[in-house]
């Protein structure tokens, strides 16, 4: 990829720098400097508008955000070539106790609520769809659209998603199928661990352009992917695909089945919802700790609201009142 070599380098550099030994004197400060992240690229448009806004609001500060398929990014984190991630998971037992041998401070917290969408082709009547179903699906136990739905004429379901390395496949096979994967499901990528370029075309975007030319698809995408983010409601999302209602009940109807709105995930309705956690283990004080900070903070949870997931944090709203004359 055409940016990976020179991140690669930055990276190299900014891991000598920081591993110089305890007798070097940062060069960083919390909005200044030069500092490297990683985060699952099912994430990438939340991550990428929040390292947009904070380098704009802190003209010394570079961040250089990697992305990467959440086997990959947590093997950089793992090997201290990162000191930030944010994923779809917290540590393992395991992994803690390796970066505290390397006697670093780890600062984990929940950053946002994201739901995994189901995503159609605008031709499939199908709007509604149950947990169950859903497992049947992602099993091979039923493969044709007739096995959901005897009436469609739609045939076979062609599942797409990003990588077979993601969080999204790690979810459907933990939460969902618990432990079993068909072979009927068909990556974008390949087997190959790599980061990717947002500049090029990512796994995440191939399988809505593939959902949005194949009528028998059924895609499987964080839904920060599909928000529309110049709706304020979050009511929402892109055009070019369909978003399914999913159902917890036996059979789903439009009272009992819920689309991964912001609402629904916060409430708990959405059943296809998972945390997101954003772990340093530099928490020193330089640019790292700031941009998690901000991140974190008033303004970077606003980003998060206005990507389609819900808030960690209860955000607030200042309302004027005029006193009547």
């Known amino acids: 990829m055409k940016r990976l070599g020179f991140i690669l380098f930055i990276v190299s550099l900014v891991v000598v720098y920081s591993c110089s030994g305890p007798k070097s004197t940062r060069m960083d400060t919390p909005t200044s400097g030069l500092a490297q992240i990683i985060a699952d690229e099912c994430f990438a448009p939340i991550v990428q508008e929040q390292v947009d806004v904070f380098e704009a609001l802190n003209r010394d500060a570079t961040i250089i955000p990697i992305y990467a398929s959440e086997t990959q990014a947590f093997d950089l984190f793992m090997k201290d070539s990162v000191r930030v991630i944010i994923a779809a998971r917290e540590l393992t037992a395991n992994e803690t106790a390796i970066i505290k041998e390397r006697r670093q401070t780890i600062r984990s917290q929940k950053y946002a609520t994201d739901g995994i969408a189901l995503i159609v082709n605008k031709a499939n009547p199908d709007t509604l769809i149950t947990v169950a179903d859903i497992k049947r699906i992602m099993t091979g136990e039923a493969r044709s659209w007739k096995d959901i739905n005897p009436n469609s004429r739609l045939g076979d379901i062609a599942v797409t998603f990003d990588s077979p390395n993601s969080s999204t496949v790690r979810f459907i096979r933990d939460s969902i199928t618990g432990g079993k994967l068909g072979d009927n499901l068909r990556a974008r990528s390949s087997d190959s661990i790599q ?33 529309n983010q110049s709706d304020s409601t979050k009511l929402s999302f892109i055009d070019n695909i369909k978003v399914m209602a999913v159902s917890r009940a036996e059979e789903a109807t439009e009272k009992n089945s819920f689309q991964p709105f912001t609402a629904y995930v916060g409430l708990g309705k959405y059943p296809l919802s998972r945390d997101l956690y954003i772990i340093i283990s530099d928490v020193r004080g330089g640019l790292p700790s700031g941009f998690v900070n901000f991140a974190a903070g008033e303004k970077g949870q606003r980003i998060v609201y206005k990507a389609g997931l819900y808030p960690a944090y209860r955000l607030t709203r200042v309302v004027s009142v005029r006193p009547s004359l």
Do not use: M
């Open 195 to 227: 980061t990717i370029d947002l500049t090029e075309r990512t796994p995440n975007q191939e399988v809505i352009d593939y959902v949005a030319s194949t009528p028998n698809a059924l895609g499987v995408i964080g839904v920060n992917w599909i928000s």
